[in-house]
């Protein structure tokens, strides 16, 4: 079967950067010249803006691939990078996060008084026996302690594991349990959606009820008061982290480990089985995040406030709120809650108050303000941003013109950035004030990076050729191995593409005539009608550039006919509900859906629904759809932000 995907977007709008901004962005065009002259010596620059304890020698051993190790005889303090060497240079009175709580309590906190903090905590961990090569899990809040406990765990050289705070007592325990973690860190709770909403109570279901012969790892459970809600307490097992913290010494010396030391675990549910724990060592990735935060958000630490949205529990606030920031001396904004708590203007309220300069965020959080309607951020003052982010899926053409008109004022240039867990950084996007932007299209391989589309034997694509995003040359924060599964790392990433050494994304993609990418969606998700490969992407981006439209997902159900049929979940606005009669809609839509890409995309059915089934992260799950419109059973729905929304959508459907 071809990979060969049957059409393309036909976006022709093209914003080249102002003058102004391009004659004082961060990135010039000869960087990527540099790059391509010398790859290596490229990344070897980029990793000497870091603070190495000894100077590496070697850039990158890809002898025994798909093991690669980058920097393997040089040796870093990740901590020290985020903090001390900032506080050396003489800026530790320049404010590191500006956190604001849900119920409005705000904590301004410099980069020396976190490194006092960071250093009592490394402290109060190597004093309960956590060292080198142990596994901490984190399950906070959006706190400042999160930050804090990461930088920590990395200071001393242990393995961090971050659980999203809205993961089950399951889903905790399977990562607790699959690393092995010897401590956790909690909070009494944390605040959403204007209440407290308990932690430590599931932190100890997750560690009680062992069977026989179950073991349990866990020596320490250390509890941020946040919330005062009511808790159980173990005192044998758990201690307060304010009481810790204070008594501990804020004398603590950086040590230097080996590049390839581990520095984080992160769990991610990818389409089926159990989650995957993806291990990132220290150099390479550090090296990327700080780089890659330089460049694509044009950072002038001196001046910017930066704010990414990311809950510490994604991979994206794990390299754009904890390392790439912290590594750059960035002052950035951190929120607790939830964009509508107290009102649907909070985000923009933020923003006007604390100046922000470059706001990143996801296409899910744009369309819902879309939803919402420019009335509410028309009322805040937004003119401090100059520049906006958008990371996650793929960013229709329409939430993407809102957000440049809407949020930043016409004005801003937008980074679309395409990456994953796995790839630890930002891989592909334009450069803000280098790359023309164009709507929808994540554009081009950061300079460093090399990727490609190939067909399923690995062949080019070349320009207008769709097929399947490729990575062709191992890159320094490159994902280093599943946690305890070596094989399934090789066959999940490497198998597909062994002749050729490429590492295999699992997205759709497709170069347009200009060689810009556009992002098709989860190769696992594109749909096959009578011998045409569709994209989920486009048709759902046809269905949003209609009026009527909020929100769309798409998914294949088989059909006796065509093989798959393409069928449409759809969110109406509504502003349009209010204005139009509901009937006809569906058939209306389908007609849209001809009318924009060709009658073989149209859906063969269209569901009005009132949500989608959303990861934390914000993404769609079509799989549990794709079950909903085959009429089987819903699957594990154990990775969903709200769990509920899979039987409402089922009583809509029938
Ligand atoms: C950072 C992150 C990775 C998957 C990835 C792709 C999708 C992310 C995107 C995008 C189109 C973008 N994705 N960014 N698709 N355009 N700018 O999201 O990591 O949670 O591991 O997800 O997300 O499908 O393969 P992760």
């Known amino acids: 079967m071809s990979s060969q995907i049957d059409h393309v977007f036909d976006e022709t709008r093209v914003f080249p950067p102002s003058p102004e901004f391009a004659a004082a962005a961060v990135a010039q065009p000869e960087i990527y010249t540099e790059a391509a002259t010398d790859r290596e010596a490229f990344w070897a620059k980029q990793a000497r803006e870091l603070d190495w304890h000894t100077p590496f020698t070697e850039v990158l051993d890809w002898s025994t691939p798909p093991f690669a190790k980058w920097f393997a005889d040089g040796e870093i303090n990740v901590a020290y990078n985020c903090l001390d060497r900032h506080v050396e240079a003489g800026n530790g009175d320049r404010v590191a996060l500006l956190w604001e709580g849900e119920p409005g309590d705000e904590r301004r906190i410099t980069y020396a008084e976190l490194t006092d903090e960071v250093k009592r905590l490394a402290n109060v961990l190597e004093g309960l026996g956590v060292g080198h090569g142990d596994r901490v899990a984190i399950y906070l809040p959006m706190i400042p302690e999160a930050v804090a406990s990461m930088l920590a765990v990395a200071r001393i050289g242990a393995i961090h594991s971050v659980v999203f705070g809205g993961f089950s007592a399951d889903s905790l325990r399977s990562r607790i349990d699959d690393a092995g973690a010897k401590l956790v860190i909690t909070a009494d709770g944390g605040y959403r959606k204007g209440k407290a909403s308990a932690l430590k109570p599931t932190v100890d279901q997750a560690l009680a009820d062992r069977g026989e012969g179950e073991q349990n790892t866990v020596e320490h459970v250390i509890v941020v008061k946040r919330c005062e809600n009511e808790i159980d307490w173990n005192d044998e097992r758990d201690l307060w982290y304010g009481d810790v913290v ?152 329409e939430a993407w013109i809102w957000y440049r008109d809407v949020i930043g004022g016409s004005r801003t240039p937008i980074v679309d950035t395409w990456w994953q867990t796995e790839t630890g950084a930002i891989m592909v996007s334009p450069l803000p004030g280098v790359t023309a932007t164009k709507p929808g299209s994540a554009q081009v391989a950061l300079p460093g990076v090399s990727i490609d589309v190939v067909d399923d034997d690995g062949r080019p694509q070349g320009a207008g050729g769709g097929g399947l995003l490729a990575i062709t040359e191992p890159w320094p924060s490159m994902l280093r191995g599943i946690w305890g599964d070596p094989e399934r790392f090789k066959e999940t990433y490497w198998d597909k593409f062994e002749k050729q050494g490429y590492y295999f994304a699992g997205d759709g993609a497709r170069f347009d005539e200009d060689g810009d990418l556009w992002l098709l969606g989860r190769v696992d998700d594109v749909m096959n009608v009578s011998g045409h490969r569709l994209s989920t992407a486009e048709i759902e981006s046809a269905l949003v550039a209609h009026e009527a439209t909020a929100e769309a997902a798409v998914v294949g159900a088989s059909d006796e006919t065509t093989g798959q049929a393409v069928v449409a979940f759809v969110i109406i606005k509504e502003s349009y509900l209010k204005a139009h009669a509901p009937e006809g809609l569906a058939q209306l839509l389908r007609g849209w859906v001809g009318e924009q890409i060709g009658p073989i995309a149209r859906p063969r059915d269209v569901y009005i629904v009132a949500e989608l089934p959303k990861t934390r992260s914000g993404k769609i799950m079509r799989r549990l759809l794709r079950d909903v419109a085959e009429g089987r059973e819903v699957g594990d729905t154990t990775t969903l932000a709200d769990t509920m929304v899979m039987s409402t959508i089922s009583a809509q459907v029938k």
């Open 246 to 397: 204070g008594a501990a010494s804020n004398a603590h010396e950086a040590q230097a480990f080996p590049a390839e030391n581990p520095l984080f675990i992160l769990y991610t549910s990818g389409t089926t089985g159990k989650p995957k724990g993806i291990l990132h060592t220290s150099g390479g990735y550090l090296t990327q995040a700080s780089y890659t935060h330089r460049v694509v958000f044009d950072l002038k630490p001196e001046t910017d406030v930066y704010w990414c949205t990311a809950d510490i529990g994604w991979v994206t606030g794990h390299s754009y709120v904890t390392y790439g920031p912290l590594a750059n001396g960035a002052t950035q904004v951190m929120y607790e809650g939830t964009p509508e708590t107290p009102q649907q203007g909070r985000w923009w309220d933020i923003i006007q108050k604390y100046g922000v300069t470059t706001l990143y965020t996801a296409p899910t959080a744009i369309r819902s303000f879309m939803k919402l309607g420019r009335e509410i951020p028309n009322q805040y003052d937004l003119a401090s941003l100059r520049l906006l982010g958008s990371v996650g899926e793929p960013i229709n053409p």
